[in-house]
């Protein structure tokens, strides 16, 4: 199941596509006690109206999905048996890739063309991974006095609750759901607001894969009312959050006022790439332009800061700004579009706000710096460099979630090294260096939780993601990310 290239015609395929738009809870989809209307950035029309939940349907789907967990309908199951169903979940995703990516586009704006390619293909890939591994995870039997017998066994938590971001909306999605569901744990699923259809979709696949009533549901709806119903819900074991580190925060509160539920985080970032002068110039600098300019810069890992050495600035600094020019946003769904629009008007006038008043701080817009293709009633945002950004600026500190560099140059590693562990986050960050001893001792000193050397946003299924410091703590992807979702018990028998 890889990606391949393909000849949709998106534009058609929106006029064709079909989707669930009801609460799924017990394996049905229901109407919820609001509605919710979900609007496409690509021109600011409506695309559908939906059911969302308020407390009392969020109980409903808690509560299914406890009942589903103690009658072991699914934590019962053989593990293999899981394991079968994920499989057959991946391979309906596989069959309904186009109408997925399709709505990746309508509901946040990015080219249609690089859902199909870049975010099917890692949802395709989380769901079958974490089913073929849970079949091979053992429990441990530790050496012990031999008038003993000690067990360490990992039993699934129960309940799990998943809220979720937009940016990548199906493969965050798929990042709990996957490990949550292998380990046993029933799931309810609250989606951005801003991309609910392609999640309701992809959960109807996972009923028709076979998962049991109960096991799997969704709560559409806003972030204040459904997922803070679902971050104080008492019957709730193990919350899973990414998102923001100000929702972050709030998912802390409510277990502290409830039932102190287990949370894990994955929160923001203000990664930078770290360009030293004896690196492959022309591979960092078009990596580093990429790696704010894609998916509009609306990336938890986004480089969006260029610690530059200053005798390689110039140099760096131009091949970016050619590159800029060559990622203008465009229609997401048009086959060629270099970049989509960014998620929602309200969301481009807060990357604009923040762009004018952090170069008014400090720093020199350079390109960009103002929305764009304003007449299609989308919310597009052209990639934006702003140069000699002072790093305790807001340009260098604050997360803007969209296409904007700010650009920051140092005399030598120590200095390079205070700038880049210099902010709150600690999520991800790339050096840039053929010098094998800087590589590892600045590796070393980076305080993140995923480093790249020479590349960005590498990676795959078997290495963890996720931040340190304010970015968050608990880690996705690889088998680590099973631990999230087990309790683990002790048992100590005494032999005659
Ligand atoms: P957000 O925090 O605003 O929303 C995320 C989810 O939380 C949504 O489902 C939303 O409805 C819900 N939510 C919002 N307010 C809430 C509240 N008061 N109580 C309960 N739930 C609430 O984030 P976003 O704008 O959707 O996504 C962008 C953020 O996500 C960025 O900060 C980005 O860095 C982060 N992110 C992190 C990672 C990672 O893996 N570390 C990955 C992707 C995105």
Redesign the pocket.
């Given at each position: 199941m890889t990606a391949t290239t393909h000849t949709t015609n998106w534009h058609t395929l929106r006029e064709q596509v079909t989707y669930p738009t009801g609460l799924l809870i017990d394996g049905r989809f229901q109407a919820g006690a609001d509605r919710l209307v979900v609007t496409s950035p690509i021109d600011g029309a409506p695309i559908a109206e939906i059911d969302a939940a308020d407390a009392g349907d969020v109980d409903r789907a808690v509560q299914a999905a406890r009942r589903a967990f103690e009658d072991k309908r699914w934590s019962g199951m053989a593990p293999a048996d899981r394991k079968a169903i994920l499989i057959r979940w991946a391979q309906l995703c596989e069959e309904h890739r186009e109408e997925l990516a399709l709505l990746h586009a309508l509901e946040m704006g990015k080219p249609a063309r690089e859902a199909y390619n870049v975010d099917m293909r890692a949802v395709i890939r989380t769901i079958s991974w974490f089913g073929e591994a849970i079949d091979k995870v053992l429990d441990e039997i530790p050496n012990v006095a031999s008038s003993a017998l000690a067990l360490i066994e990992r039993e699934p938590a129960g309940v799990v609750a998943a809220?979720?971001?937009?940016?990548?909306p199906l493969t965050?999605a798929a990042w709990k759901l996957a490990p949550a569901l292998a380990t046993g744990c029933s799931v309810v699923l609250?989606?951005?607001?801003?991309s609910p259809l392609s999640a309701l979709l992809l959960c109807q696949l996972g009923m028709e894969a076979g998962i049991p009533d109960g096991v799997l549901n969704v709560v559409n709806g806003?972030?204040?009312i459904?997922?803070?119903a679902l971050?104080e819900h008492n019957d709730v074991d193990v919350l899973t959050?990414?998102?923001?580190?100000?929702?972050?925060r709030?998912?802390m509160e409510y277990s502290a006022a409830s039932n102190l539920k287990r949370v894990w985080l994955?929160?923001?970032?203000k990664s930078a790439n770290v360009v030293f002068p004896d690196a492959d110039i022309d591979k960092a600098a078009s990596t580093a332009a990429w790696s704010i300019f894609y998916n509009a810069g609306?990336?938890?890992t986004a480089g969006s800061r260029l610690l530059v050495h200053e005798s390689i600035h110039d140099e760096v600094v131009a091949k970016i700004l050619s590159i800029a020019q060559e990622m203008q946003p465009a229609n997401p769904l048009d086959a060629d579009a270099p970049l989509g629009s960014v998620v929602s008007h309200p969301h481009m006038q807060q990357i604009h706000d923040k762009v004018v008043s952090g170069a008014a701080q400090s720093g020199e817009i350079l390109t960009g710096g103002a929305p764009v293709l304003e007449n299609t009633g989308g919310s597009y945002y052209p990639p934006t460099v702003v140069d000699n950004v002072d790093p305790s600026s807001l340009l260098a500190q604050q997360?803007l979630?969209g296409p904007v560099l700010a650009v920051t140059t140092f005399r030598d590693e120590a200095e390079a090294l205070a700038l880049t562990n210099g902010t709150q986050y600690g999520?991800a960050s790339a050096v840039w260096t053929n010098d094998l001893n800087r590589a590892h001792r600045f590796a070393r000193g980076m305080k993140v939780g995923v480093v790249w050397v020479n590349c960005y946003e590498e990676g795959d299924m078997t290495v963890p993601?996720?931040?340190v410091k304010q970015?968050?703590f608990g880690r996705?992807k690889s088998l680590h990310a099973l631990d999230k979702f087990y309790d683990i018990k002790t048992t100590w028998i005494e032999l005659e």
């Amino acid at each position: 199941m890889t990606a391949t290239t393909h000849t949709t015609n998106w534009h058609t395929l929106r006029e064709q596509v079909t989707y669930p738009t009801g609460l799924l809870i017990d394996g049905r989809f229901q109407a919820g006690a609001d509605r919710l209307v979900v609007t496409s950035p690509i021109d600011g029309a409506p695309i559908a109206e939906i059911d969302a939940a308020d407390a009392g349907d969020v109980d409903r789907a808690v509560q299914a999905a406890r009942r589903a967990f103690e009658d072991k309908r699914w934590s019962g199951m053989a593990p293999a048996d899981r394991k079968a169903i994920l499989i057959r979940w991946a391979q309906l995703c596989e069959e309904h890739r186009e109408e997925l990516a399709l709505l990746h586009a309508l509901e946040m704006g990015k080219p249609a063309r690089e859902a199909y390619n870049v975010d099917m293909r890692a949802v395709i890939r989380t769901i079958s991974w974490f089913g073929e591994a849970i079949d091979k995870v053992l429990d441990e039997i530790p050496n012990v006095a031999s008038s003993a017998l000690a067990l360490i066994e990992r039993e699934p938590a129960g309940v799990v609750a998943a809220v979720v971001p937009w940016n990548f909306p199906l493969t965050m999605a798929a990042w709990k759901l996957a490990p949550a569901l292998a380990t046993g744990c029933s799931v309810v699923l609250k989606p951005a607001e801003q991309s609910p259809l392609s999640a309701l979709l992809l959960c109807q696949l996972g009923m028709e894969a076979g998962i049991p009533d109960g096991v799997l549901n969704v709560v559409n709806g806003l972030g204040h009312i459904t997922g803070r119903a679902l971050g104080e819900h008492n019957d709730v074991d193990v919350l899973t959050f990414t998102g923001s580190t100000a929702v972050g925060r709030r998912f802390m509160e409510y277990s502290a006022a409830s039932n102190l539920k287990r949370v894990w985080l994955e929160l923001g970032g203000k990664s930078a790439n770290v360009v030293f002068p004896d690196a492959d110039i022309d591979k960092a600098a078009s990596t580093a332009a990429w790696s704010i300019f894609y998916n509009a810069g609306q990336m938890c890992t986004a480089g969006s800061r260029l610690l530059v050495h200053e005798s390689i600035h110039d140099e760096v600094v131009a091949k970016i700004l050619s590159i800029a020019q060559e990622m203008q946003p465009a229609n997401p769904l048009d086959a060629d579009a270099p970049l989509g629009s960014v998620v929602s008007h309200p969301h481009m006038q807060q990357i604009h706000d923040k762009v004018v008043s952090g170069a008014a701080q400090s720093g020199e817009i350079l390109t960009g710096g103002a929305p764009v293709l304003e007449n299609t009633g989308g919310s597009y945002y052209p990639p934006t460099v702003v140069d000699n950004v002072d790093p305790s600026s807001l340009l260098a500190q604050q997360e803007l979630f969209g296409p904007v560099l700010a650009v920051t140059t140092f005399r030598d590693e120590a200095e390079a090294l205070a700038l880049t562990n210099g902010t709150q986050y600690g999520l991800a960050s790339a050096v840039w260096t053929n010098d094998l001893n800087r590589a590892h001792r600045f590796a070393r000193g980076m305080k993140v939780g995923v480093v790249w050397v020479n590349c960005y946003e590498e990676g795959d299924m078997t290495v963890p993601f996720g931040g340190v410091k304010q970015s968050g703590f608990g880690r996705d992807k690889s088998l680590h990310a099973l631990d999230k979702f087990y309790d683990i018990k002790t048992t100590w028998i005494e032999l005659e």
